[in-house]
C-alpha cells in the first residue's frame, strides 16, 4: 500500500506533465500582467487594449474606477493561473480544483465565443480588436480544457488515508 505523502507526491508528478495547464497558467499570468501594465500606461493603453473610450476618458480624469476594475481582473486572472499551476501539480492543490478548472474554462471559452451572435447577427460592426481577442482567449479556453481533461483523474478530492 501506498503511503499518503508517497500518493500525493505520484499525482503531483503525473499533473504535472500536463503542459496544457502549464500553458494556460502562464497565460493566465501574462494576461494579469498585462492588465497590471494597462493601469500604469493609462488612457492610451486603455484605448490601445480595446477598454473603450469611457474608460480611457475616466483615467485621463483621474478616476479610480479603471483603475480598480482593471485591478480586480488581473487579480482573477493571477487566481486562474494559480488553478492551473494547481491543477499540473506546480504547486500545492487549492480549493474545489475541478470545479474551479471546469468554470474557468467555461468562461474563456464563453468569452472566445460571445462575438458569435453579433458575427450572426450583423448586430453591430467588429472591430479587429474584438475578433483577436477572442481569438485569444479562444486559445487560452483550449488550453484550460484540455489540460483539465488531462488531469482530470488527479483532480479528485483527497480523501483521509485508512
Do not use: C, K
Not at 508528478?13 to 497590471?36: K, T, V
Not at 487594449?49 to 478616476?63: L, S
Amino acid at each position: 500500500m501506498i503511503a499518503a505523502g508517497e500518493a500525493a507526491a505520484s499525482n503531483r508528478q503525473a499533473a504535472g506533465r500536463n503542459p496544457w495547464l502549464i500553458a494556460g497558467g502562464w497565460l493566465s499570468l501574462f494576461a494579469a500582467l498585462l492588465h497590471l501594465a494597462i493601469i500604469v500606461g493609462g488612457a492610451e493603453w486603455y484605448r490601445f487594449f480595446g477598454a473603450g473610450e469611457a474608460m480611457a476618458q475616466a483615467a485621463e480624469r483621474g478616476d479610480p474606477m479603471p483603475a480598480l476594475v482593471t485591478l480586480a481582473i488581473a487579480i482573477v486572472l493571477a487566481i486562474w493561473a494559480g488553478y492551473a499551476f494547481a491543477g499540473a501539480g506546480a504547486i500545492r492543490r487549492l480549493p474545489l480544483m475541478r470545479t474551479g478548472l471546469v468554470a474557468i474554462s467555461a468562461i474563456y471559452l464563453l468569452r472566445a465565443f460571445a462575438l458569435l451572435p453579433a458575427l450572426a447577427f450583423d448586430l453591430e460592426p467588429l472591430s479587429g480588436f474584438d475578433l483577436w481577442s477572442s481569438l485569444i482567449v479562444l486559445i487560452y479556453g483550449i488550453a484550460y480544457v484540455v489540460g483539465t481533461w488531462r488531469a482530470w483523474p488527479y483532480l479528485t478530492p483527497r480523501r483521509a488515508t485508512e
